[in-house]
């Protein structure tokens, strides 16, 4: 973990791309990741935002006939909206345009060509570049002369540019990596860094003169700069970078910067290699994930296989729509998405596990005794639901803290069959019609209704607004945000008495269409 605030972070997106599920991913993880440690009591600073420079958006500007700030301040909401709409509770929102920004970058511009090694220096590139990855490429990394991620045609460019002296870092972040594996997940990631690495690095451009819409070179402000010492330098300016040490030393270095595998290189190997230029500490970890796939591809709007995250939410909701993709997929794997295994997800999961289990308990609570919870104290009715949730809690917390998202649900799912088991075992349903049996009735309730208590709390991360209902169903008086774990996960925090209320059901079913 970082110094004082535990620091998550999600790549900046393009403001004029199509949001589609495959950003969505990243930014719901980093949100249940930022959530959780906030649930166990962690100083938690989450931060996304849009990256707004470069000739991709200068040219996108151009052809809808308006300057670039005009263009990205009319694009850039766009995100926002989606973020509120998937439930992402971000701390912070930043846009490469910002004044704070644009002192980062110079400063951090500065420091590095100040550094008396040489590690910025003049130059001419000559060769293929590909505007959509704002990146050169060699002819042996293209694929059928087209970019390799885009399968879009690269154009040939000469230009005077400065350079970052990037193969002078090799050795220094080869040492790193060895030193503290941690520092890439997963380990095939890692691998591929060390193979970089272990092959030599080659200098990359930090500034172009061909367009203006970017942030000048303080010491020659006829070249503004490129891409990745503006984008990625987003997230030293909100941990306080060029403005607030005293914030920066709390915040910085981040704990985790999550990403898709395709930007790999630039944020373990560029990034770290930059800040250890300007004497700042790499980020403690780099999570790369890997690709939501429609049909067997990647998703592109070049392909037209986005999905649009709106598409999903409006049949499955938000809570539905979190709870899949973290729950389905291996985070750092590739996963193919589909509609039926979606819907199939809901049903099993959340429609007859969860949402059943609550359906079942609140109903009988209500028709047997008004909707208030009794006492446990039968003997005869303990269960091992206590120690079931007790351990299912410590392996969700081992997982969430190692970034192990889909095995984490799947621990707190172990509570949900485990009750749904209990009940069919203890049959309230009968102890309900038969004479002198009414505290026993109550006593299995009890345990059935302390279990929801407890994983109401347990999947606030992920559903937030689902747990909320079931927090209100519940009738506890003290707000579920205060809730923190572990202390609020031990046996017995339901006090009898509480009144409770069947309402609405937290997941209907879905038909399969």
Not at 23 to 33: G, L, Q, R
Not at 279 to 290: I, K, N, S
Not at 296 to 306: A, D, N, P, Q, V
Not at 410 to 435: F, G, H, M
């Amino acid at each position: 973990m970082g110094r004082d605030v535990f620091y998550i972070t999600t790549p900046i997106y393009y403001p004029n791309d199509v949001p589609h599920i495959g950003h969505a991913y990243t930014s719901v993880a980093a949100d249940f990741i930022a959530r959780y440690h906030r649930l166990r009591g962690d100083d938690v600073f989450h931060l996304t935002g849009t990256d707004e420079h470069g000739l991709k958006l200068q040219r996108a500007a151009e052809a809808a006939g308006q300057d670039p700030r005009t263009w990205v301040d009319a694009m850039a909401p766009r995100w926002k909206a989606v973020w509120a709409r998937l439930d992402i509770a971000n701390d912070d929102y930043i846009r490469t345009t910002e004044p704070r920004h644009v002192a980062a970058v110079t400063k951090l511009l500065q420091t590095v060509f100040d550094n008396g090694r040489e590690d910025i220096y003049l130059g001419t590139y000559e060769g293929l570049y590909c505007v959509s990855c704002e990146l050169y490429y060699t002819e042996d990394e293209l694929v059928d002369g087209r970019c390799p991620i885009h399968d879009r045609p690269v154009e040939p460019m000469v230009e005077e540019n400065y350079f970052f002296r990037l193969s002078a870092y090799a050795d220094r972040l080869l040492e790193h990596y060895e030193r503290t594996p941690s520092a890439v997940e997963p380990e095939a990631r890692r691998n591929e860094v060390l193979s970089l690495l272990r092959g030599g690095l080659q200098d990359f451009s930090i500034s172009r003169t061909s367009f203006d819409w970017g942030i000048p070179l303080p010491w020659d402000p006829r070249h503004v700069c490129y891409v990745w010492f503006d984008a990625l330098t987003n997230y030293i300016t909100a941990a306080g970078y060029a403005d607030d040490p005293e914030r920066f030393a709390r915040v910085w270095p981040a704990d985790v910067h999550l990403m898709a595998k395709d930007i790999l290189r630039q944020h373990a190997i560029y990034w770290p290699a930059m800040l250890m230029a300007a004497g700042v500490d790499p980020p403690t970890q780099v999570w790369v994930h890997g690709y939501l796939l429609v049909g067997g591809e990647k998703m592109s709007k070049t392909k037209l296989t986005g999905i649009h995250p709106f598409e999903l939410i409006d049949h499955f909701g938000v809570d539905s729509y979190r709870y899949y993709f973290m729950r389905e997929f291996s985070f750092g794997q590739d996963g193919s998405f589909s509609w039926e295994s979606m819907v199939q997800r809901h049903n099993a999961d959340l429609a007859n596990g969860l949402g059943n289990l609550a359906s079942r308990v609140l109903a009988m609570l209500g028709s047997s005794f008004g909707g208030e919870v009794s006492p446990a104290t039968v003997p005869g009715c303990e269960s091992d639901l206590p120690a079931v949730a007790a351990d299912a809690l410590a392996r969700y917390d081992d997982h969430m803290v190692g970034v192990r998202l889909q095995p984490a649900l799947a621990a707190v799912w172990e509570i949900v069959a485990r009750a749904n088991q209990y009940l069919v075992e203890k049959e309230p349903w009968k102890l309900s019609k038969e004479a002198g049996r009414r505290a026993e009735l109550g006593s299995v309730l009890y345990a059935a209704a302390e279990t929801l208590r407890i994983l109401a709390i347990a999947i606030q991360p992920i559903m937030p607004a689902a747990a909320l209902r079931l927090w209100d169903q519940l009738g506890i008086a003290e707000p579920l945000a205060r809730q923190r774990l572990p202390a609020s996960g031990s046996w017995g925090g339901l006090a009898p008495g509480t009144a409770t209320t069947k309402g609405a059901s937290l997941f209907p079913r879905l038909d399969a269409e």
